[in-house]
């Protein structure tokens, strides 16, 4: 099977960077700080392929890249090196300009015009934000939340875009008689579960979902989590699941990725990543969250 | 349909002064389709480091784990890129271990159900009543069929974890002690769900605590020592 979108190299550097950064950050220095011109490393020649239908996990602790990484896969952030290709199957017939003859993948995302990376963006990805004051206007009623992704995405009927949130918010367990109230009345997991309607609106092919339980009470993230997984099983999404959290990746993801200090040291089968970890950075994680 | 051939594997741990524990070496044995195959050895001799390393939950070290998959044809589990080892997960391997990996808030009915809609293509209704009738023959109570299994007693996780194993009928069945914890009605229920896998040709290799039921369930032995 072809992946949904390969990504090689992917890097992002804050300041004016100098030719010892790379060899003086990553996991080895134990910092993504460079000590010469003191530029962030904040993540360095990630690759990884994203499939159909598939989760992957992103491990690591914070300063790792986790956030990094969705920042520049969602066009929030320039990345300073690296692509993000799209493959063919059913995106060619939405942007046939961005296929080269015969070729199987995109050209680089990474480097289209702001304009048509928005395209892709709404058409495409979701996200959810551990921080739901980034993806979600507080004061805006929730059901208007969620039309303002569907007019993103091209939708213009106003009954229509109401019925769909009205959908959505009754599909993540919000009542529907509670779509006029904006998510500042709401509790946090209630506000994680609208951003999770509002990322679904749009029927992405990739959700992007960065340490979406983080913060909050047990039971509230169990029933977060729960969501997810019958809501991967109904729309077979891939998902990109960032967490510190191993148990999250354990309950999500089939594969996943480790980063540390801004570089991949590992991947592998979640379940082997659990039990048998290969790199000290790895083995550390592992025996401190058991 | 699985050649084991000179399979080591080390543990180095990194975080307790680069300590390396040899878990298992040289071993080597082969099953025939439909064959099954018992491990036996003293405690800490490899047994079931050599079961999670056919399933690559463990990287193995050193050696090759051939196997005929009807997917793919032949491969080497030893090294078979991650997304192959899901896909045959997926579609013909599966792997009971002692305990129930116990997915949180799903109840038993659909812990058994799960792999079977997920892999078998039947409707909801069939894979319904492939689950109670297993359940059923396991002997978990009826008003069980509802609660979570993270509740159940010892001998009841580890009878929904074989209802779920082999629900789906995988081609290859790996078994780490799936009878420890059962008391001698429901070994002989599970044996005689093993002889109908058999009987409808899944290959099998498993660990079992209680040498005369080794002897009596398998057609070869490979001790480990
Ligand atoms: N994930 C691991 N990390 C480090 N060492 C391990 C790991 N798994 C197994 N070992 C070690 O490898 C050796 C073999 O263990 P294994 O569990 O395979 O034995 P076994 O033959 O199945 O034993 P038992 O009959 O007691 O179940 C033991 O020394 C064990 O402590
Ligand atoms: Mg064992
Ligand atoms: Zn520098």
């Known amino acids: 099977m072809e992946p949904l979108i390969r990504v090689r190299g992917l890097s992002k550097r804050f300041g004016p960077g100098c030719d010892r ?9 134990d910092t993504n700080v460079c000590p010469h011109c003191d530029s962030v490393t904040a993540c360095s020649d990630l690759s990884f392929d994203l499939f159909p239908d598939e989760a992957l996990g992103i491990v690591g602790e914070s300063g790792s890249g986790k956030s990094t990484l969705v920042r520049l896969l969602h066009f929030e952030w320039e990345a300073s090196g690296g692509s993000m290709e799209l493959h063919r199957g059913g995106a060619a017939a939405l942007w046939p300009e961005i296929f080269a003859d015969q070729d199987q993948f995109s050209a680089n995302l990474l480097t289209m015009s702001q304009f048509q990376k928005r395209q892709i963006r709404n058409a495409l990805m979701g996200i959810v934000y551990q921080n739901p004051h980034l993806g979600l206007r507080m004061q805006v009623s ?30 993540t367990e919000i009542p529907v008689r509670r779509m006029d109230e904006p998510p500042c009345n709401f509790s946090g997991g209630m506000q994680q579960r609208v951003q999770i309607a509002k990322a679904l609106s749009n029927k992405p092919l990739i959700l992007l979902l960065d ?31 960032v967490s510190h959290d191993l148990g999250v990746v354990n309950l999500l993801c089939q594969r996943t990725m480790v980063l540390k200090s801004g570089r991949v040291v590992e991947e592998g089968l979640t379940d082997q990543i659990l039990q048998d970890p290969q790199h000290r950075y790895t083995q550390l994680l592992v025996a401190s969250q058991l | 349909m699985i050649t084991v051939d000179n399979l080591s594997k080390n543990f180095l741990l990194h975080i307790l002064g680069e300590k390396r524990i040899e878990a298992c070496r040289a071993v080597s044995f082969r099953v025939p389709p439909g064959g099954f195959l018992g491990l036996s050895g003293p405690s800490g001799t490899g047994k079931s480091t050599v079961l999670k390393c056919l399933y690559r939950t463990y990287l193995p070290t050193g050696g090759a784990i051939r196997y005929d998959s009807a997917a793919w044809g032949p491969v080497d589990l030893a090294t078979l890129p991650d997304r192959a080892v899901i896909d045959l997960r997926h579609r013909e391997m599966g792997y009971v271990s002692q305990f129930l990996k116990v997915i949180p808030r799903v109840s038993a009915l659909d812990v058994v159900m799960e792999p079977i809609l997920t892999r078998n293509g039947v409707s909801r209704e069939a894979a319904r009543q492939r689950a109670t009738r297993l359940l059923e023959q396991l002997r978990i109570p009826r008003h069980l069929f509802d609660a979570y299994p993270a509740t159940f007693s010892g001998g009841e996780q580890q009878r929904v974890n074989i209802a779920r194993a082999v629900s789906w009928k995988p081609r290859l069945l790996l078994l780490d002690e799936p009878t420890a914890s059962l008391d001698r009605g429901s070994v002989e229920i599970v044996l005689d769900i093993l002889k109908e896998m058999r009987g409808e040709g899944t290959t099998m290799i498993g660990i079992f605590h209680d040498t005369a ?12 020592c």
């Open chain 2, 213 to 224: 039921l080794l002897e009596s369930v398998t057609d070869s032995v490979y001790s480990i």
């Open chain 1, 142 to 171: 929730s059901g208007g939340n969620i039309a303002e992704r569907l007019l993103g995405a091209g939708w213009r009927n106003i009954a229509g875009m109401r019925e769909r949130a009205a959908e959505l918010l009754e599909r």
């Open chain 1, 21 to 29: 950064c790379l060899d003086s950050t990553g996991p080895e220095h």
């Open chain 1, 211 to 241: 340490e979406v339980t983080t913060g909050l009470d047990l039971s509230v993230q169990a029933r977060v989590l729960d969501l997810i997984r019958n809501l991967r099983r109904e729309f077979k999404l891939s998902m990109l699941v």
